[in-house]
Nanobody
């Protein structure tokens, strides 16, 4: 059974930073590719970032490229999303997810396991 627990969300002013940890309870964590998605009220899940099993390859949505950094610590079964230069449009619930399928890294249907999410609110 896979469990993912996100934390680190909160209220921050525009231009500020937040770091979102996600703890994974899964066997062979270092074999799984991971992703971050976000969902704003009334909208579908939006791809934010993805990372390879080793952490050597990362992928970002254009909207966050250069501001967000996705990293992982396989020894601790953790992934992190460092978010800098936050904007009000980044406001959403952020989810980490385990990618188990062979589909595109930016497609939420490629991910089978999801955390409960953590709210990020950026004020102007």
């Amino acid at each position: 059974q896979v469990q993912l627990v996100e934390s680190g969300g909160g209220l921050v002013q525009a231009g500020g930073s937040l770091r979102l940890p996600c703890a994974a309870s899964v066997r062979s964590f270092n074999m799984y590719r991971m992703g971050w998605f976000r969902q704003a009220p009334g909208k579908e899940h939006e791809f934010v970032a993805a990372i390879s099993w080793s952490g050597t390859s990362t992928y970002y949505a254009d909207s966050v490229k250069g501001r967000f950094t996705f990293s992982r610590d396989n020894a601790q079964n953790m992934v992190y999303l460092q978010m800098n230069s936050l904007k009000p449009k980044d406001t959403a619930v952020y989810y980490c997810a385990v990618r188990t399928r062979s589909g595109a890294y930016y497609n939420p249907r490629s991910y089978d396991y999801w955390g409960q999410g953590t709210q990020v609110t950026v004020s102007s």
